[in-house]
């Protein structure tokens, strides 16, 4: 099993950045990439970013292109998400999951946290 934990989300205005967070404990070494996900209100879950174990890979959608940055740092098992430019349309329950396979499948993720909140006004 692996836990993650979620923290950094809070209210912002339009245009400001916020970072957040993923610790993560367990047993990590079975998953192979890390990723955020974020759920709007009245909306599907949405991929926002993954990035694999090695940290050199990574992939992002298309609505968080360019504004927001992954990374991790495996000595902490912890993960990032720098959100840069921050839109009202970013505000969203923000997850982090680990799970298998190549980052460009949205999909496999096995274990989430219990996400963190992110209000962006304009």
């Known amino acids: 099993q692996v836990q993650l934990v979620e923290f950094g989300g809070g209210s912002v205005q339009a245009g400001d950045s916020l970072r957040l967070s993923c610790a993560a404990s367990?047993?990590?070494?079975?998953?192979?990439?890390m990723g955020w996900f974020r759920r709007a209100p009245g909306k599907e879950r949405e991929f926002v970013a993954a990035?694999?174990?090695?940290?050199?890979?990574?992939y992002y959608s298309n609505s968080v292109k360019g504004r927001f940055t992954i990374s991790r740092d495996n000595a902490k098992n912890t993960m990032y998400l720098q959100m840069n430019n921050l839109k009202p349309e970013d505000t969203a329950v923000y997850y982090c999951?680990?799970?298998?396979?190549?980052?460009?499948?949205?999909?496999?993720?096995?274990?989430w946290g219990q996400g963190t909140q992110v209000t962006v006004s304009s």
């Open positions: 367990g047993r990590t070494s079975t998953t192979s990439k």
């Open positions: 990035i694999a174990r090695s940290g050199e890979d990574s």
């Open positions: 999951a680990a799970g298998r396979g190549p980052v460009v499948l949205t999909s496999l993720y096995d274990y």
